[in-house]
């Protein structure tokens, strides 16, 4: 099992989030560069 799932990830440059749901080894990619872990704690959800 990888930590990357259940992880959001975001592009910097268009704002796209992802969850990762699975982990098959490759990349994320947006915009032509790799996602961006959205640090976990920052999100305030109520
Ligand atoms: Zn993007």
């Known amino acids: 099992?990888?930590?990357r799932v259940n992880r959001t990830y975001f592009c910097?440059?268009?704002g796209n989030e992802v969850?990762?749901?699975k982990d098959?080894?490759?990349k994320i990619i947006c915009?032509?560069?790799e996602m961006q872990i959205k640090k976990e704690g920052f999100d305030?959800?109520?």
């Open 31 to 33: 915009c032509g560069q």
């Open 24 to 26: 098959g080894g490759g």
């Open 44 to 46: 305030r959800e109520e």
């Open 19 to 21: 969850i990762f749901t």
């Open 1 to 3: 099992m990888s930590d």
């Open 12 to 14: 910097r440059t268009c």
